[in-house]
Nanobody, 124 residues
Framework: QVQLVESGGGLVQAGGSLRLSCAASGRTFSSYAMGWFRQAPGKEREFVAAINRNGGSTNYADSVKGRFTISRVNAKNTVYLQMNSLKPEETAVYSC?????????????????WGQGTQVTVSS
């Protein structure tokens, strides 16, 4: 069992930056690939970024490539999402998730554990 707790959300102006953190419980964090997803009001949850177990491979949605960076520190049981040049349409609840796989997967169905999410609001 893995418990995930996100933090770092908030209100930011368009063009600004935020760094989200996701802290995981348990001793097996390095056994999981990790992902970030977001859900805007009235929309379906969508993939944002993923990272493999050792942090050597990442995967991004096309809409965030070059602006967002996912990283992890296994010694701290934490995964991060650095978000730069934020846009108003990226206002959403951002959630992290853990997958029992080695790969930086995009599919929500691959993820076994989910956090509650943190609100990110980008004002225009």
């Amino acid at each position: 069992q893995v418990q995930l707790v996100e933090s770092g959300g908030g209100l930011v102006q368009a063009g600004g930056s935020l760094r989200l953190s996701c802290a995981a419980s348990g001793r097996t964090f390095s056994s999981y690939a990790m992902g970030w997803f977001r859900q805007a009001p009235g929309k379906e949850r969508e993939f944002v970024a993923a990272i493999n177990r050792n942090g050597g491979s990442t995967n991004y949605a096309d809409s965030v490539k070059g602006r967002f960076t996912i990283s992890r520190v296994n010694a701290k049981n934490t995964v991060y999402l650095q978000m730069n040049s934020l846009k108003p349409e990226e206002t959403a609840v951002y959630s992290c998730a853990a997958a029992r796989t080695a790969w930086a997967v995009r599919s929500m169905a691959s993820y076994d554990y989910w956090g509650q999410g943190t609100q990110v609001t980008v004002s225009s």
